[in-house]
């Protein structure tokens, strides 16, 4: 059982998605662009605050937050590379990373999970969502249930 100093009100929580697939370039990190699913903070947005962000969370309340962060990527051509994805605070620090080697079956998408437990200021810092490919002619999958690229945010403490 859990117990201790674990927040249960559903408010200091947040979860965003990729509503549409979104081309990757090759050998690029790709900034996620957010779309709202449950955000009673208004702590999503769409305007970074590290170049050529697209999307960040910036909780207003400080404390312990637990990330977590799913993206699925579609088929990729290319051998010996890697696709990785990276949840990162206020757009510098690599706070946790997934890496896989390509995924090259046909007609096929494969799923990468990190997860972080992070404190955050409640003012300035924010966690930033990126996927990277070493391959070419792939995708990040968007949908617009939201149930293939998304993050889930909640504070634990």
Same mark, same amino acid.
């Given at each position: 059982s859990a117990s201790g100093n674990?927040?249960?009100?559903?408010n200091y929580t947040a979860t965003a998605y990729l509503s549409?697939?979104?081309?990757?370039t090759q050998n690029t990190?790709?900034?996620l662009p957010l779309s709202k699913k449950n955000d009673p903070n208004n702590w999503v947005s769409n305007t970074g605050?590290?170049?050529?962000?697209s999307g960040s969370i910036t909780p207003t309340?400080?404390?312990?937050?637990?990330i977590a962060y799913q993206a699925?990527? !579609?088929t990729a051509t290319g051998s010996n590379n890697q696709n990785n994805i990276q949840i990162r605070q206020n757009?510098?620090?690599t706070k946790a990373l997934t890496q896989i080697p390509l995924y090259t079956a046909t007609g096929a998408s494969q799923t990468m999970n990190t997860s972080a437990i992070l404190y955050l200021n409640? !003012?300035?810092?924010s966690v930033n969502f990126s996927v990277f490919s070493a391959g070419t002619s792939q995708q990040v999958v968007g949908t617009t249930d939201g149930n293939w690229t998304k993050i889930e945010i909640f504070k634990i403490n």
């Open positions: 674990l927040a249960t009100n559903t549409a697939n979104t081309n990757l990190d790709l900034w605050v590290y170049p050529n962000l309340i400080p404390g312990y937050y637990y699925a990527v !579609t757009g510098i620090n409640g !003012t300035t810092d």
